[in-house]
């Protein structure tokens, strides 16, 4: 069987087994020849689904195979932002540790601190911050991670609005403005 073959969205069988967590899967696909750095049709990688969902042993195994940390999908996300997004502290560390980029912006310019804050990952945030990551960089509406912690706005869950009291306070102390 052809491992590289593609749904008509471009999803191959590695970045599903990937985005299920199927590490064993995953194993056996790379060993017959999938190609870790394969994109979807919207550029997403299997890193970037083991990210994103915090299967932080995907994550380990498909970088020491070769995926590249620093591909960006066409919103201009990489798998270190779509960890901070999920709240997956192990798994941004280990990319961080990779040379992951924690000051890189997607295309609205979100950094992964302002996804983490969004999501009220307070160990996430703590940990970016801890590293360097800039607290008063703006997006392209001119919005901080602290704007994003106050608003809590929940992106999925429509109209819901909640504040983060513990990342506010923390983000304050970090000197955001």
Known sequence: ADVRIRDADGWTALMKAANGGHLEVVKFLVACGAEVNARNNADWTALMKAAMEGHLALVHFLVQYGADIHIK????????????????????????????DIHAKDNRGWTALMKAAVGGHLDVVRFLVDLGANVNALNESGDTALTWAVEGLQIEGGKKKRCYKEVVAFLRAAEAV
Request: a neutral charge; glycine letters at 14%.
């Open 73 to 100: 999908n066409k919103e201009g996300e990489t798998a270190l932002m779509r960890a901070a997004w999920g709240g997956h502290l192990e798994v941004v560390k280990f990319l961080a540790s990779k040379e992951g």
